[in-house]
């Protein structure tokens, strides 16, 4: 299969590469490096069945080229993390939005029908009060959600989009609404929880709890979460309807930062970070979030194959890996 990958540096495209490429598949990734990394991909770019197009997708004067060389196209390049999110709202909209839109369009352009997986988020659902989010729930804004209302609704947009293009133009579309993805590769800078925890664990640093940590997430380990995507995009039933794809374990973030101390050993404690101090003082904390995984199961079966802990002992091996190699 030939595939096109936009946000292909980025952590969970990466590891979208890393998937396709195992599986013998010829892969193209495209990445403006603003969020992604160059480190996420170098061990991919000597496989000559890899190229990597260092450009944001708006300026890609052979995009239309690459659709439809395209058997598949993830769409994942977008504006991630929460202090990122925070401290660029006009990009949240101009890559969102616009760099879907412009995908989209070229898409069905080319009259070609490659199957399209356009990236949604659990943030959709937002402040939605329902314990454990389905599909079919309502979706709430209010203006107390803050700075986040921006990349919330910009992913909304990308699912009206994706649905407005099938309806139109008939793409094969699928519409994943990804809870916490977390793995190798994921980085701290941008404020995802994981690997913050785990660069504090292991250096004996206090970890940072926000608010009082009884909020909760649904941690999926990415390689889960590229194998539900991969599952969605080949199946036409799954098309132009969104669907959950995360774990549906649900973990408090101070019992997170526990098991962090206790996987690793570490002898570090919690600190309690006010989320305004975190965040600046707009901000609105979602305070459980959990996805309920009947669709996707029902459509492929899908079952999730790491757990927390193994997911949390990877990265602490891989994290002292690569300190003792530094220091080798
Ligand atoms: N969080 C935390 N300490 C940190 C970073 C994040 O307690 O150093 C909290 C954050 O407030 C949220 C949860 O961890 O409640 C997950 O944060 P992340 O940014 O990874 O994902 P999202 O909030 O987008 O679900």
Redesign the pocket.
């Known amino acids: 299969m030939n595939i096109l990958i936009t946000g292909g540096a980025g952590f969970i495209g990466s590891h979208v590469i890393e998937h396709h490429l195992n599986r013998g598949d010829e892969v193209v990734a495209v990445d403006d490096l603003s969020t992604g990394n160059r480190s996420n991909i170098r061990d991919f770019e000597r496989n000559p069945r890899f190229r990597f197009v260092p450009s944001d997708i708006t300026d890609y004067p052979e995009l239309d080229h690459a659709v439809r060389a395209a058997d598949r196209i993830y769409h994942l390049a977008a504006v991630v993390?929460?202090f990122r999110v925070l401290r660029e709202p006009v990009r949240v909209t101009q890559v969102n939005v616009c760099a879907t839109e412009h995908l989209l369009e070229t898409i069905a352009a080319a009259g070609h029908h490659p199957q399209v997986v356009i990236a949604s988020s659990s943030?959709v659902y937002s402040h939605c009060h329902s314990r454990d989010l389905r599909e079919d729930d309502e979706l709430v804004y209010l203006p107390r959600q803050g700075g986040l209302t921006g990349y919330a609704l910009s992913k909304l947009t990308n699912e009206i989009q994706a649905m407005a293009y099938r309806e139109e133009y008939g793409l094969q579309v699928t519409i994943p609404r990804l809870f916490?993805a977390v793995g190798p590769r994921q980085g701290g800078n941008y404020?995802?929880?994981?690997p913050?925890?785990i660069k504090q664990a292991l250096a004996g640093e206090t970890l940072?709890?926000?608010?009082d940590?009884t909020?909760t997430?649904s941690f999926c380990d990415v390689r889960d979460t590229v194998a539900a995507l991969d599952l969605l995009a080949g199946n036409s039933e799954a098309a132009g309807q969104p669907v959950n794809v995360g774990n549906e374990r649900e973990t408090c973030?101070l019992d997170l930062a526990r098991l962090v101390i206790e996987r690793s050993g570490s002898r570090s404690e919690v600190e309690f970070?006010p989320?305004d101090q975190?965040y600046g003082a707009s901000f609105d904390?979602?305070t459980q979030?959990r996805p309920v995984g009947e669709r996707l199961r029902s459509l492929t079966g899908f079952r999730p194959r790491w757990t927390l802990e193994q997911t949390i002992d990877d990265l602490i091996d891989r994290a002292r890996g690569a300190t003792e190699q530094r220091a080798a």
């Open positions: 993390g929460m943030s916490n404020g995802f929880v994981l913050r925890f940072t709890v926000f608010g940590g909020q997430r973030i970070v989320f975190a904390q979602i979030r």
